[in-house]
């Protein structure tokens, strides 16, 4: 099943974004912090991601024929690490477990990848946990490489 629509967000979708956030916190399980350090860590993610009204960041909201929401994608508008070039960043994806493998977070991608090319950018960019590996996996697929690694040493 494909999602019926891709529309932008409005107002009336932050609850349903909100949900997932608990989601999003219980993927990576990197071993040095506890469940309780990742819901927070994603909570104010959000909320930052949410408060600073970005010129041109946005919102898409996958939706089922019944218009039952499944999933969403926010893209902003960023600045390469490497050369400061504009260029597009993927801060949240996130389905519903039950929406999980009918191409839906697919299409949300794609999505963001034509807002990217719409604007001009040569890059498309994004942050994973290294052991979320499904996550990992389907942005491989989709033809995004590992720029550079972040390493941590528990003390
Ligand atoms: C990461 C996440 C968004 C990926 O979702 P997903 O279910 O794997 O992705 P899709 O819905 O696009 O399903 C993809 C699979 O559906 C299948 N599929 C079925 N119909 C399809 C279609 N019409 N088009 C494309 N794929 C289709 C394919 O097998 C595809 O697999 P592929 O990746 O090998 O091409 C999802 O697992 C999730 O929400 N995880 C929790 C939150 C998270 O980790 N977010 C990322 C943080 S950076």
Known sequence: MEPAEIRDATPDDRAFIDSLSPRLAGVPHPPWHDGAAMRG?????MAATFADAEDGARTLIACAADGRRLGFVHIRP?????TDEPCGYVSLLALLPEAEGRGIAHRLMREAEAWARGRGYRLLSLDVFADNRHAVDFYHRRGFVTESLR???PL
């Not at 860590?41 to 993610?45: A, K």
């Not at 960023?78 to 490497?82: H, L, T």
């Open 41 to 45: 860590f994603q909570d104010r993610f």
């Open 151 to 153: 390493l941590v040493k």
């Open 78 to 82: 960023g600045r390469d690490g490497v």
